[in-house]
């Protein structure tokens, strides 16, 4: 395995979130908590502009909540419905392709 690419999957692991993000030209913050709801892998406080992803997670995991909590925001700022459909179906490949971009940018 090349040097390089063994990097970028250390890098990947250690995967951390930022802590905010420019969304429709509104700042959010993302915060990574230990508890983040009942049942949840994450949310969104339109009020707060914060979203609110469960510690703990793997990357793949933590990203494609942040991706679906990213939605919500869009909804929002928006104010469109893309909806729970959409947004969970979309959620995994969506993640999937970053992971391949971040991947192969360095191969
Ligand atoms: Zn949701």
Redesign the pocket.
């Known amino acids: 395995m090349p040097v390089l690419y063994t990097i970028v999957v250390d890098k990947l692991k250690t995967m951390k979130l930022p802590k905010q993000l420019i969304i429709c030209d509104i700042i959010w913050r993302i915060e990574v908590r230990k508890y983040a709801g009942k049942n949840t892998m994450g949310?969104?406080d339109i009020n707060k502009r914060l979203i609110v992803i469960l510690k703990g997670m793997s990357d793949f995991d933590s990203l494609s909540t942040l991706i679906?909590?990213v939605?919500?925001a869009i909804e929002f700022t928006l104010n469109i419905k893309i909806g729970?459909n959409i947004?969970?179906k979309t959620e995994a490949p969506i993640t999937s392709v970053i992971f391949q971009l971040f991947k192969t940018e360095h191969t």
């Open positions: 949310y969104c679906h909590e939605n919500h729970h947004i969970n």
